[in-house]
């Protein structure tokens, strides 16, 4: 799938509109979801242009890879959560339920999480 500049991560990355940021650096932006699903739900995302974990692992440097995921621990550390645990999650595509078609982790954390995945969902 190509990269829509239209998407609504895309236009927060350009500032048209806003976003409740929590870090930023050359390569990452992270800021609160707006519909949050646990008492901390912070996005973080790539400031290029990438659809999805599958374009990103092909096609982002080395550096901005690091960067990804070093932002997401420091995130982590920042709001406290190392000790009490935390879940990433990124989805992609229609089985994984993706949305926003620009790159996106989901940091969760501030309460137990509960299972994985919903048990209603589960196929076993
Ligand atoms: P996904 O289903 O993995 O694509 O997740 C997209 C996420 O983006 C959802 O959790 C939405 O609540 C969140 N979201 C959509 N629009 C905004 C926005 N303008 N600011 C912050 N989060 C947003």
């Known amino acids: 799938m190509p990269y829509n500049p239209q998407n609504i991560f895309a236009k927060i990355l350009r500032g048209e509109i806003p976003c409740h940021k929590v870090y930023e650096d050359d390569h990452v932006l992270a800021f609160h979801d707006i519909h949050p699903q646990a008492k901390i739900h912070i996005l973080v995302i790539p400031k290029g242009a990438y659809v999805d974990m599958t374009d990103f692992s092909?096609?982002?440097?080395?550096?901005?890879?690091?960067?990804?995921?070093?932002?997401?621990?420091?995130?982590?550390?920042?709001?406290?959560?190392?000790?009490?645990?935390?879940?990433?999650?990124?989805?992609?595509?229609?089985?994984?339920?993706?949305?926003?078609?620009?790159?996106?982790?989901?940091?969760?954390?501030?309460?137990?999480?509960?299972p994985m995945l919903a048990r209603s969902q589960s196929p076993f």
């Open 58 to 114: 092909k096609n982002a440097s080395e550096r901005e890879i690091a960067a990804l995921f070093r932002a997401v621990a420091k995130i982590a550390k920042d709001h406290d959560l190392e000790s009490s645990g935390y879940r990433i999650l990124s989805n992609q595509g229609v089985n994984g339920g993706q949305e926003v078609p620009h790159l996106h982790i989901h940091l969760f954390g501030g309460q137990s999480l509960g």
